[in-house]
C-alpha cells in the first residue's frame, strides 16, 4: 500500500510528519544541479531513451499546427526531425527494449488519430486506423521482449488500454472501460505494467499484470498522479503529480511506498523518463516560460 | 504574393529573426480596413466612456467550463472529469487544479457562470458569440468591435479594431461571419496581427518588398512606387480596399510611434518571458502594447482555428477527443500562465481602470463525458471572466446546477455581453439605436 493511501484526513501530529518526511526525501533525491539539454524553448512532450541510451526521441511542438518528433544523439546533443517531410502531427513516441519496434501516433484527419507500428530492422509499418469520426490512440508502450504491445484507445464513454500483437492483430481490452485508462509503462522484466486510472474519481497510478489481471493502487492524492515509469531495475517508479501545487516529479518504490519529491519549482516539472543508467531522469521543465529537456541526477 | 520587406526582431530565446510583413492577393476580401482618416467617428464622445480599451480574449474551440473554472468535484464519474479542485482567492470557489495562476488572481476579475448561447456549432457559435446573433438571417450584425471601431473612428495612428491571430479566425475552411463590420461594411473589418511563440509579429495586410526595411522606411515614393507592381486586376472596388488597407498598413509601419506598438522587442526579457513562450502568451503581451496605444477594441484570439490535433489547423480548444489531455498537455497550462501575466500587468501599469478584459469562449463543453472520453460542444452553460473598467472584481455572478448542464440563475446570453461592452465603451442606448446595433440587448445588470 502506498504511503499516502488512506490518509485524505490524517491528524496535525501525522500530517507534519509527513511534510518532514518529504522535505527530506527531498534534499537526498536529486544528487546536483539539473542540466539543460535543449535550448529553443518550444514545448515538448515525452522524451524517450533509443537503443540503450544511444538517443533520445521526444515531441516537438514545433509551431502552433506540428507536433514533430525529434531525436536527440545523446553524445553529441544533435537534435533532427525523424520525418522531416511528415505531413501532419506525429506524437507519443515508443520504442522496445530489444530495438526491434518503433511506435507513435499520427494524426490522419480532423481529431483523428492512427497508430504506427514500425519493424526498425526491416522497415516495415503497420498502420492502425481509427474509428470513423472523432477517434484515435494515444501512449503506446512495447512489451521488452517485442512480443506484443499497448496503447489507449477512447471508447464506449471510457478510455481503455487495449493489448494487440506487433503486427496490430488480436485486439484485447485489458483494464475495463472504466474511466481514463492511459500511459501504460512495462517493468522491465515484462511481467508488470504501471498505468494511470480515473477509475476511482481523479488520475491516479496502478499497477496490473500484462493480461490486465490483478489490477492494483498506487498512488492516493486529490491531485493528478500521472506518466508512471518503471525506473531500468524495476524498483521504483518515477511519476508527476500535483499534489504540492503544480506538476513536480516525485519518485517512489515500484509498489507506491516511500515517496520522493524530486522536482520543486513554482513553474512545470513533467514527462519524466528514465535514463538507462538509473541514476538520471530526463524531463520536460517549464523554466521562465519556455519549456526544454532537462538531465536530473538522482542519488542512491 | 507581394512581398515587400522584412526586419529584425530579437525573440524570446535571444536569437535574431526575421520578421516578415506581408501582404496576400486576399488580404481585400477578408482584411479590408479603411485607409486613415476613412473611418469616421459616429458622433461625438457625448457619453463617458469607462473603457478606453476592450480586450476580448477569445478562446476559439470553447473550453470546457468543468474542466476550468465551473468544476463540479462531487458529480458522479459521467460527469466530473478527472482533474482536483483548487481554492481560489474567492472565498468558496474552486477552479481545477489546471488553473493554478488565475486561481491566485481570482481577485482580479469577476467570474459569470451562467452563460447560454443558440447556436451549436464553431462557425454559428461563433458569430453568435462575437455579434450577438445568429448569422442567418443575411445580413450578418457586425462584430462587437466593430461597432466601437465605428463610434470612436479612426483617431489616432493605429486602427481602431484588431484582430490578434494568424489570419482570420475560422473553423475548418470557414471563417467565423461575424469576424468583421457584417452588415455595417468590410470598412468596420478589424485589422489582422499576429505573434509567433517568439515574439515575431506578423502584419498579414501588408507585404513589404525585400529590400525594404521597415524599421527605416522613410520615402514615401519609393514605396508607393514598389507598390505600383502590385496587380491591378483584381476587381477595381476591391483594389479599392485593399489600397486603403496599403495606406493604413503604410501609416502603421512609416509612423515610428505606431510601429513602437507592434515591437515585442521594447519588452524586457522577463516580461515577455512571464507570458509564455507561446503564440497566446505574446499574444496577450502584444494586446497589452496595444492597450497602451489606446486602441479602442483588442480582439485576442487562442487560437486561429478551433481543431486540436487536426493537420494543417492551428490546436484550438475544439477538444472532442482527448479533452482532458489536451487541457493538461497544453491549453490550460498556455492559458493559465499567458492570461494571468496579462492580469497583472495590466494591473500593474495602472491600465485597469481604463480598460475592459472580457475572457470567454463561443459556448462550454458537454458536462457529461462523451463516448470519446471527451467532451463535446454545449451552448447551454459557460463562462466568462470580467475585469476592469471599474467593475467590481473577486466576485462570481451566476450558477449552474450540480452537473454543470444549466444555469440555475438568470442566463446571461452573447447579445448581454456585448451591450454591456458597448456600454462600458460609451456606446449607450441611444447611440446604439443610432447605429441600429445590438437591438433588444439588455446590459448585465449584475456586474455593476
Not at chain 1, 530492422?121 to 506484443?148: C, M, Q, W
Not at chain 1, 517493468?187 to 477509475?199: A, E, I, N, Q, Y
Amino acid at each position: 500500500m502506498s504511503y499516502f493511501r488512506g490518509r485524505r484526513r490524517p491528524s496535525l501530529a501525522c500530517l507534519a510528519s509527513l511534510v518532514w518526511l518529504v522535505c527530506l526525501s527531498v534534499m537526498v533525491v536529486q544528487a546536483a544541479d539539473p542540466i539543460r539539454l535543449t535550448h529553443d524553448g518550444r514545448m515538448k512532450f515525452t522524451p524517450v531513451f533509443v537503443d540503450g541510451g544511444e538517443s533520445l526521441t521526444y515531441v516537438d511542438f514545433e509551431n502552433p499546427k506540428v507536433f514533430r518528433l525529434r531525436t536527440m544523439n545523446w553524445e553529441t546533443k544533435e537534435t533532427k526531425v525523424i520525418h522531416e517531410a511528415a505531413p501532419a502531427p506525429e506524437f507519443d513516441p515508443a520504442y522496445s527494449a530489444d530495438g526491434n519496434y518503433f511506435s507513435f501516433l499520427r494524426a490522419t484527419g480532423g481529431l483523428q488519430v492512427s497508430l504506427v507500428i514500425r519493424n526498425r530492422k526491416s522497415n516495415e509499418e503497420v498502420l492502425i486506423p481509427p474509428e470513423p469520426g472523432f477517434s484515435g490512440y494515444r501512449t503506446p508502450a512495447i512489451a521488452p521482449d517485442s512480443s506484443h504491445m499497448l496503447f489507449s484507445f477512447a471508447n464506449n464513454f471510457g478510455q481503455d488500454i487495449f493489448r494487440v500483437e506487433m503486427n496490430g492483430q488480436g485486439r484485447t481490452a485489458l483494464t475495463g472501460a472504466k474511466g481514463i485508462n492511459i500511459w501504460p509503462s512495462y517493468s522491465p522484466d515484462g511481467k508488470k505494467v504501471l498505468f494511470t486510472s480515473t477509475r476511482d474519481g481523479n488520475y491516479e497510478l496502478y499497477e496490473m499484470k500484462p493480461d490486465g489481471s490483478d489490477i492494483k493502487r498506487l498512488t492516493d492524492s486529490p491531485y493528478q498522479d500521472i506518466r508512471g515509469q518503471y525506473s531500468p531495475d524495476g524498483k521504483q517508479i518515477a511519476f508527476v503529480s500535483h499534489r504540492d501545487g503544480n506538476a513536480e516529479i516525485y519518485i517512489a518504490n515500484a509498489d507506491g511506498t516511500e515517496l520522493r519529491r524530486v522536482t520543486r519549482h513554482e513553474e512545470r516539472d513533467d514527462y519524466p523518463t528514465w535514463h538507462p543508467d538509473g541514476k538520471h531522469l530526463v524531463c520536460v521543465a517549464e523554466r521562465d516560460g519556455s519549456h526544454d529537456l532537462y538531465l536530473l541526477p538522482l542519488s542512491d | 504574393m507581394l512581398n515587400i520587406g522584412s526586419f529584425k526582431t530579437k525573440t524570446c530565446s535571444g536569437i535574431g529573426r526575421r520578421s516578415f510583413l506581408q501582404m496576400s492577393g486576399a488580404i481585400p476580401f477578408g482584411l479590408g480596413m479603411s485607409g486613415l482618416g476613412a473611418v469616421t467617428a459616429d458622433e461625438v464622445d457625448d457619453v463617458v466612456a469607462r473603457a478606453k480599451s476592450i480586450v476580448f480574449v477569445f478562446l476559439w474551440g470553447a473550453p470546457s467550463h468543468l474542466d476550468t473554472c465551473d468544476p463540479k468535484p462531487n458529480a458522479n464519474t459521467e460527469y466530473r472529469g478527472p482533474f482536483g479542485v483548487i481554492p481560489t482567492r474567492t472565498p468558496g470557489v474552486h477552479f481545477t487544479e489546471l488553473l493554478p495562476k488565475l486561481a491566485q488572481r481570482s481577485d482580479k476579475y469577476t467570474l459569470i457562470r451562467s452563460h447560454i448561447q443558440s447556436a451549436p456549432g464553431h462557425p454559428d457559435g461563433g458569430t453568435v458569440a462575437l455579434s450577438g446573433f445568429e448569422e442567418n438571417p443575411k445580413p450578418v450584425k457586425p462584430n462587437f468591435g466593430s461597432i466601437i471601431a465605428r463610434h470612436r473612428g479612426f483617431r489616432g495612428k493605429l486602427p481602431p479594431f484588431f484582430s490578434i491571430a494568424n489570419g482570420v479566425v475560422m473553423d475548418g475552411g470557414r471563417r467565423i461571419e461575424a469576424y468583421g463590420g457584417g452588415e455595417m461594411g468590410a470598412v468596420y473589418d478589424p485589422f489582422m496581427v499576429g505573434a509567433s511563440e517568439t515574439g515575431e509579429v506578423n502584419i498579414p495586410a501588408l507585404a513589404l518588398m525585400d529590400d525594404v526595411n521597415p524599421l527605416r522606411i522613410s520615402d514615401r515614393r519609393t514605396l508607393l512606387k514598389k507598390l505600383d507592381a502590385v496587380p491591378r486586376s483584381l476587381e477595381s472596388a476591391k483594389f479599392r480596399d485593399w489600397n486603403r488597407t496599403y495606406q493604413q498598413a503604410y501609416g502603421l509601419i512609416t509612423d515610428p510611434t505606431a510601429r513602437q506598438a507592434f515591437d515585442l522587442t521594447r519588452e524586457s526579457k522577463q516580461t515577455r518571458q512571464r507570458y509564455g513562450q507561446s503564440v497566446f502568451g505574446q499574444s496577450a503581451l502584444l494586446a497589452r502594447r496595444l492597450v497602451e496605444a489606446e486602441v479602442p477594441y483588442i480582439q485576442l484570439n487562442y487560437s486561429r482555428h478551433v481543431e486540436a490535433i487536426t493537420p494543417g489547423f492551428e490546436f484550438g480548444w475544439d477538444t472532442h477527443l482527448y479533452n482532458f489531455s489536451l487541457l493538461q498537455d497544453q491549453h490550460c497550462p498556455i492559458f493559465d500562465r499567458a492570461f494571468s501575466a496579462f492580469l497583472d500587468d495590466i494591473y500593474d501599469r495602472g491600465l485597469i481602470d481604463d480598460t475592459l478584459i472580457v475572457c470567454m469562449g463561443e459556448f462550454g463543453r458537454t458536462p457529461k463525458i462523451n463516448v470519446r472520453a471527451a467532451r463535446d460542444h454545449w451552448p447551454q452553460c459557460y463562462f466568462s471572466m470580467w475585469a476592469g473598467a471599474g467593475l467590481q472584481t473577486g466576485r462570481v455572478i451566476g450558477a449552474s446546477d450540480k452537473n454543470g448542464e444549466h444555469p440555475i440563475t438568470r442566463p446571461i446570453t452573447p447579445l448581454m455581453v456585448g451591450t454591456t461592452i458597448a456600454e462600458l465603451a460609451g456606446v449607450d442606448s441611444q447611440a446604439r439605436a443610432e447605429m441600429r446595433v445590438l437591438d433588444g440587448g439588455r446590459v448585465i445588470d449584475e456586474l455593476f
